[in-house]
């Protein structure tokens, strides 16, 4: 992740200079809180239970203690990596999307996974932050689904949702992955705790793994 891009936009944009995507040594990920009603903070122990995971399978130095950003706050810029999910309805301003298309062209990556019933909604709110974009379905041969961990057949499917395959799609700004959602598929519950939803461990570890490979990605652009 190209920071001083980030920092181009800290200062031009007037944001005070913050280094808030360390704290104390450690990278921060962070969860993002939008409007509209649909449920942002389902699964809290998913992030906590990723950053873990890439710490011990990637050597990352992620902080498992992850905070909560709003779409529109200029803190959104402190984090080279953002999680949405939800069931429902999701509803950006226009200042929001504004702010997140600044996040996403400086460098910043947002992942979004669908926990059921948010696709109508993302796809709306997402064409007002790149109205010129349309979500691709990435080919099993991208890059993303082949970091330490191999997915041949791309995105895993975790829960059955409304039992169709699971779809891997991204948005690309001038030939750069900034997002990358998650259908059909379900990671954010795959990475809860294992009692949350008692899914068989080759299910979880399924879906750690692929979370990784989206960390690993986001990071090494």
């Avoid at 696709?119 to 979500?135: A, C, G, H, N, Y």
Wanted: proline fraction near 6%; charged fraction near 20%; glycine fraction near 8%.
């Amino acid at each position: 992740m190209n920071f001083r891009i980030l920092l181009i936009v800290w200062i031009f944009c007037g944001v005070p200079f913050s280094v808030g995507f360390m704290e104390n040594g450690k990278t921060q990920i962070a969860l993002l809180k939008y409007s509209g009603g649909g449920d942002w903070y389902s699964n809290p122990t998913s992030l906590t239970n990723l950053a873990l995971f890439c710490n011990d399978e990637l050597k990352t130095n992620i902080d498992p203690r992850y905070p909560t950003v709003e779409v529109g706050s200029a803190e959104l810029f402190n984090y080279p990596f953002v999680h949405m999910t939800g069931h429902g309805n999701v509803v950006f301003s226009a200042s929001d999307a504004s702010n997140l298309r600044n996040y996403l062209i400086a460098g910043g990556f947002l992942h979004i996974d669908d926990n059921y019933g948010m696709d109508p909604f993302i796809r709306t709110s997402m064409k007002q932050v790149f109205p010129e974009l349309d979500f691709i379905e990435l080919p099993f041969e991208h890059e993303i689904y082949h970091q330490k961990f191999n997915f041949p057949n791309g995105l895993p499917k975790i829960h059955k949702h409304d039992d169709q395959p699971s779809q891997g799609f991204g948005l690309l700004w001038e030939g750069r992955l900034v997002c990358f959602y998650s259908f059909e598929s379900d990671l954010g519950d795959g990475w809860e705790d294992p009692e949350v939803h008692n899914d068989p461990p080759e299910k979880r570890l399924a879906a750690l793994r692929m979370g990784a490979n989206i960390i690993q990605y986001a990071f090494s652009l």
